[in-house]
């Protein structure tokens, strides 16, 4: 069982491509070669952001970038590829104003112990477990990588 949040995010890449396998898998009798190359790229540009993403969400202590940081005008940054884009910039720095004021409320803090506090005892205790050091995610599926 993974002990540390390197081994974490190691075992989450890992079941993070046997799902993207089987997803693979399903479109394997309608993909053209076109298509292959595609795909071929998504894939290496998905498996980035795997590891960017588990370490952003599990193992960040104060879960610093995301919307669940404390603060209550403390927004992510967003990528560069947006920020060029003035509509889709303002559009998406609404969303995370709106959903921060959902999430927070009238509080400063939504995190209790690096984990969100809506998340559940039982998926904080299987995080932990598993070696996350954070849980910075507002909803977590049952048959997630993560647990």
């Not at 998406?92 to 984990?115: A, I, R, S, W």
């Not at 809506?118 to 598993?130: C, D, E, I, S």
Request: with cysteine; net charge positive.
């Amino acid at each position: 069982m993974p002990k540390t949040c390197k081994q974490f995010c190691k075992t989450y890449k890992q079941k993070s491509i046997k799902r993207m396998n089987y997803f693979d898998s399903l479109d394997k009798k309608t993909i053209t070669p076109a298509n292959k190359k595609k795909q071929t790229k998504r894939r290496k540009a998905a498996l980035k952001l795997i590891a960017n993403e588990c370490k952003k969400q599990y193992c960040n202590k104060t879960c610093k970038n995301t919307l669940l940081e404390a603060g209550r005008n403390k927004y992510p940054t967003l990528p560069k590829e947006i920020t060029r884009d003035k509509e889709l910039k303002a559009l998406l720095t609404k969303l995370q104003k709106q959903t921060k004021k959902e999430l927070f409320g009238d509080k400063d803090n939504v995190l209790q112990d690096g984990f969100y506090e809506k998340l559940g005892r039982v998926k904080v205790n299987k995080l932990k477990k598993n070696g996350a050091t954070s849980g910075c995610v507002q909803m977590l599926p049952d048959d997630s990588p993560a647990l």
